[in-house]
C-alpha cells in the first residue's frame, strides 16, 4: 500500500522564489530524516508565498501508514514556525 498526504502550506512574508526554496528545503530534509518518508514540492513551485508538498509511505500496514502520515501533518502544524497549513489530503492507495 501507499500513502500520499499532501500538505498546502502559506509562507507569509516571503518575497522570492529563491526565499521559498531556502525555507522548504530544510523542511523537506527534516520529514525524510525524522519521518522516514519521501518528500517533495509537488505545486504551486512559481507561487512566492506558497507550496504544496507531497510526503509518501509505502508499507503493507495501512494503519501504518496513516498513523504515520498524521504524524508528519500535527508535526508541521506545530513544529514548524516559517508557515501555516492552509488544507491537506491524506490518500491511502
Known amino acids: 500500500m501507499i500513502g ?3 500538505i498546502h502550506l502559506h509562507l507569509p512574508g516571503c518575497t522570492s ?3 521559498k526554496r531556502r525555507r522548504l528545503k530544510p523542511l523537506i530534509a527534516r520529514l525524510h530524516n525524522k519521518f522516514n518518508v519521501s518528500a517533495a514540492e509537488m505545486d504551486r513551485q512559481d507561487a512566492w508565498q506558497e507550496a504544496v508538498i507531497a510526503c509518501a509511505l509505502v508499507n503493507t500496514d495501512m494503519i501504518h501508514i496513516q498513523r504515520s502520515l498524521q504524524s508528519v501533518l ?3 502544524e506545530g513544529n514548524w514556525p516559517d508557515g501555516a497549513v492552509i488544507d491537506d489530503r491524506l490518500e491511502i492507495l
Do not use: C, H
Request: glycine share 0%; no cysteine; aromatic share 12%.
Open 74 to 76: 500535527k508535526w508541521v
Open 17 to 19: 522564489l529563491k526565499e
Open 4 to 6: 500520499i498526504l499532501t
